[in-house]
């Protein structure tokens, strides 16, 4: 019983703690698309979209946008240029918000970052954009808005390609709170088991050495 106790404990603590910090950093998001310098500059700035300049949004193979803690996810942008000038890509950025509250901000997901990439009149092209939102973050529905920065005649424009919901599924490990816990009721049942069958070969074996010491002494 003991031992299943303390064996619970030590499982239980390697469990990551269920109300960690939501809340991330951008440095923390991995080390996917490195961000220049000058494309630093671009970013978390707010633009306006450019006249005549669509953007779509899938995610492949993927339409229930489902995106698993900690894993990479894929998702591609489509831009469609009706415009009269060229469009230069600069860098796709998204963020992961509360869906109740989308003012809270939980991550600010890494910028993937385009080189001059270009997209003429009449053109569409698509863009993809790798992300990991945190491994921390809970099993759940959160709002995802991201955006596409880019420059037409030198001037900065933003759209924003997706502005909904995505579901947050928790990595698929072994060991999920209720497992651990019915894994602890079952060793803890095995140990009752065993203490009650050691109890009961124990008054067993006092029984069969009081009739082996009368029969002894009858026959002595
Ligand atoms: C997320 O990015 C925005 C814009 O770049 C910045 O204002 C904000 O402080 C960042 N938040 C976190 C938690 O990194
Ligand atoms: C991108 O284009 C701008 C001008 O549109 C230029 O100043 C800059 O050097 C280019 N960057 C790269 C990485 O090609
Ligand atoms: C996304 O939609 C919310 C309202 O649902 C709005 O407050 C927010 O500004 C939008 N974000 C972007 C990037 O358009």
């Known amino acids: 019983m003991l031992i299943g106790y303390v064996f619970c404990l030590i499982v239980v603590r390697c469990e990551p703690d269920p109300d960690a910090e939501v809340i991330e950093s951008a440095e923390d998001g991995g080390d996917l698309g490195i ?3 000058d494309v630093q500059d671009f970013v978390g700035g707010s633009f306006s979209p450019a006249l005549g300049v669509e953007t779509v949004c899938v995610f492949p193979k993927n339409p229930s946008k489902l995106v698993v803690a900690g894993e990479e996810s894929e998702l591609l942008v489509g831009i469609k240029n009706d415009g009269e000038s060229s469009i230069n890509i600069i860098a796709i950025q998204a963020s992961v918000h509360l869906p109740f509250d989308h003012q809270y ?4 997901l890494s910028a993937q ?6 997209v003429p009149p009449s053109a569409q092209a698509t863009f993809p954009y790798i992300f990991a939102v945190s491994k921390f973050l809970q099993a ?3 709002d995802f808005a991201g955006t ?3 420059e037409i005649d030198q001037q900065p424009y933003q759209s924003t390609f997706y502005n909904g919901t995505i579901e947050v599924t928790e990595a698929g490990g072994p060991l999920s709170v209720e497992s651990v816990f019915l894994f602890c009721l ?3 049942l095995l140990g009752l088991l065993g203490f009650w069958i050691r109890g009961q070969i124990q008054n067993l074996s006092k029984v069969i050495t009081v009739f082996v010491l009368y029969y002894s002494l009858l026959f002595l």
């Open 35 to 37: 961000v220049g310098e």
């Open 105 to 108: 901000l939980v991550q600010n």
């Open 113 to 118: 970052a385009f080189n001059n990439a270009s």
């Open 140 to 142: 759940g529905t959160f």
């Open 148 to 150: 596409i920065v880019y």
């Open 186 to 188: 079952g060793i803890a």
